[in-house]
């Protein structure tokens, strides 16, 4: 477990990490007081979850619902009382779930059926609807059971965010959970408010939980590796690290993390296309019937499942609800095991191969895996995974304790004692490049009808590409990575330099030219900066004055978000200068 040192800051702070799940969220704070070792803890109170509805972990459901106008009118355990569905049922509201898979990257899963969100309004503006109201509910918390964080939200001290994200979520989900938070008025939309806000992905913050609680003392030994297979509600997270260092413990990412969409959402999904299937003759097909049934495969079915050879039951109905043809008897529908298995096979199987890959080249002898999450509490997933390892001769664990919790609060100590030294790049990485027209180069000839005339009069090719680093490889934190841009611009042009980072998706080894390979390449993003006026140098050209520099973009890869500077050279001195990261959406 590991020890913090006391908090060297001036003043109190607050620091609050949102796990944003596809079924529960969960929240963590941390007060920050000078002179006092910080303590991680979580928020275990949410509004609705009094009496019967008491929830029996730290979570808050992931759901919302809206009237006819678009208006919210509830969210999380709230949504889910009694009351406020007969509500909902009468007003015709409008119930919403799982919004945060719509956010994934289009690589992920295209093409997937996901619920339909019947809600006249974005789902950025949903997901910043369910970040107000979940840290109103932890500052609520925060409030009534901490003087100190009492005493910060009276003065209205800035209180930083840690939001956390499935593995696959890269630089334009970051850049909309962002907006989602200036929307809900966690942080303003200024430079200094979205410096407030910090990404760290689920592998990452389930490691840091693991390696901060105790969890993997046991098996976190130097150049040993450990793969983080964190099971949630609807993504599989699964990131491997190499233990560096173990007094004090320090690990680097040694595979790209991977994330599937096969949580325990997808099991429903596909249990619930088994039903319709099933009863689509009967009288039990009803909406209402299939909301029934679900509601208690969810809760009891599904988590209790472990042996294919036995039958599971489904409860829905009551005593009259018999109807033998389709196996229903006094309300209860029966499946065989073998049909029950099949609804977690595509999890199983997916979860295996990744675990395969995600250790490839790697002495099993050497390594473990650490199964945390919601769905990892399941008989028949952990089993399955179990004899998977056993047969590899990997060692695997499933630590005891609120690792339900293992996600938010991880996220806080990445905050406070971050333990990963580097991150593998999660593509190729490399710039659009221009380069000076060669009459005598054959790959300039071919490209002669694509020649713009700069500034200075002189002819460029602009369909270059400049390598800057492969997926794969292994970035330090301080690692940086720059190409150079040369602007030319006309004296009265606005002195700003806008320069692309683009993904290369194909198997070259040194891809050089975009338009040989046009689908491999995307734009990941834009790196903009305002230089001052004194470092650009003056020209006179064919069609008048003009000015030019030769700018260094630099990026660092192996944090949690990718930042940048632009630099210069004067009098044999870099000068740098900030820039912005710029997503198109």
């Not at 979570?59 to 007969?86: F, N």
């Not at 700003?496 to 993003?525: H, Q």
Request: proline share 5%.
């Amino acid at each position: 477990m590991l020890q913090l040192d006391p908090y060297t800051g001036n003043s109190r702070k607050l620091v609050i990490s949102i796990d944003i799940g596809t079924t529960y969220s969960g929240v963590a704070y941390c007060v920050l007081d000078p002179g006092e070792v910080p303590k991680v803890l979580s928020v275990t109170r949410f509004p609705g979850q009094e009496g019967e509805n008491k929830s029996r972990d730290v979570k808050i459901p992931s759901v919302l619902y809206y009237d006819q106008q678009d208006q919210l009118r509830a969210v999380g355990a709230e949504a889910t009382l009694q009351s406020t569905k007969e509500e909902a049922y009468t007003q015709e509201w409008n119930y919403v779930k799982w919004f945060k898979l719509h956010f994934r990257p289009a690589s992920i899963l295209p093409g997937a059926i996901l619920p339909p969100i019947d809600v006249d309004k974005p789902v950025l503006e949903i997901l910043a609807d369910y970040l107000a109201y979940v840290s109103q509910c932890a500052k609520d918390f925060i409030s009534q059971s901490n003087p100190i964080g009492r005493q910060i939200l009276n003065s209205n001290t800035p209180i930083d965010f840690v939001l956390t994200h499935p593995n696959g979520w890269t630089g334009p989900q970051q850049n909309n959970m962002r907006r989602a938070a200036v929307l809900a008025n966690l942080v303003p939309d200024t430079s200094e408010g979205a410096a407030r806000v910090q990404f760290v992905t689920e592998g990452e913050a389930s490691l840091q939980f693991c390696i901060a609680t105790g969890l993997g003392d046991d098996v976190i030994r130097r150049d040993s590796y450990v793969t983080i297979v964190d099971c949630g509600g609807g993504t599989i997270d699964l990131s491997t690290y190499r233990v560096v260092d173990n007094r004090p413990i320090a690990v680097e990412e040694s595979a790209v993390p991977e994330c599937l969409i096969q949580g325990s959402t997808m099991v429903n999904r596909r249990a619930e296309e088994l039903l319709r299937e099933k009863l689509r003759l009967s009288r039990f097909s009803t909406n209402d019937d299939f909301d029934a049934m679900m509601a208690n495969f969810d809760t009891m079915t599904k988590p209790t499942f472990r042996d294919p050879s036995t039958t599971s039951y489904v409860k829905f109905g009551g005593p009259r609800d018999t109807d033998e043809s389709f196996n229903i008897r006094r309300g209860i529908l029966s499946l065989s095991g073998s049909d029950m298995a099949s609804l977690f096979q595509p999890s199983v199987s997916a979860i295996k191969a990744a675990i395969d890959a995600q250790l490839s080249g790697v002495d099993l002898s050497l390594a473990t895996l650490l199964l945390v999450g919601g769905f990892a509490t399941s008989p028949f997933l952990r089993a399955e995974l179990q004899a998977h390892a056993d047969g590899k001769g990997l060692r695997m664990y499933s630590p005891e304790g609120q690792t339900s919790k293992a996600v938010a609060e991880g996220a806080l100590w990445f905050y406070l004692d971050n333990r990963v030294r580097a991150r593998t790049a999660r593509s190729t990485y490399g710039s659009s490049c221009s380069q000076w027209y060669q009459p005598s180069n054959p790959e300039h000839i071919k490209r002669k009808h694509k020649l713009p005339t700069i500034a200075n009069g002189s002819l460029v090719l602009s369909s270059g590409f400049a390598l800057l680093v492969r997926q794969g490889t292994s970035v330090t934190e301080t690692t940086e990575f720059s190409f150079q841009f040369a602007s030319y611009c006309k004296e009265s042009d606005e002195l700003s330099l806008s320069a692309n980072v683009l993904s290369y998706r194909g198997i070259k080894a040194n891809p050089t030219w975009e338009d040989e390979e046009p689908d491999m390449f995307t734009v990941l993003c834009r790196i903009k900066a305002t230089p001052a006026a004194s470092s650009w140098m003056r020209g006179n050209g064919p069609v008048g004055p003009y000015r030019w520099q030769n700018f260094d973009v630099i990026l660092l890869l192996g944090l949690t978000e990718m930042r940048a500077q632009i630099g210069w050279w004067e009098n044999g001195v870099q000068l740098r200068s900030p820039a912005t990261v710029v997503y198109d959406l």
